[in-house]
């Protein structure tokens, strides 16, 4: 068995309707430009508020990136 290496990134995603949402939008968008995405792990949550009403949700993740010896970029 041949041992991996991964690299952990932190993004933001953010939504108007929901933590998952965000979530989601946060690893969509990565998805567009890097490869061997693996597990994604939600850290923080908040809200933006403004004047007493929630009006988007955010989502802190960490996302590992499997490094492919075979293809030389993330």
Known sequence: M????????????????S???AAANAVETASNTLINLRVAEVTKLDMKIEN?????????I???????TGVMRW
């Open 52 to 60: 007493g009403k929630v009006v988007a949700y955010r989502a802190r």
């Open 19 to 21: 933590w998952e949402e």
């Open 62 to 68: 960490t996302l590992s990136i499997k490094y492919d």
């Open 2 to 17: 041949n041992d991996s290496v991964y690299k952990i990134i932190e993004l933001v995603g953010t939504s108007k309707n």
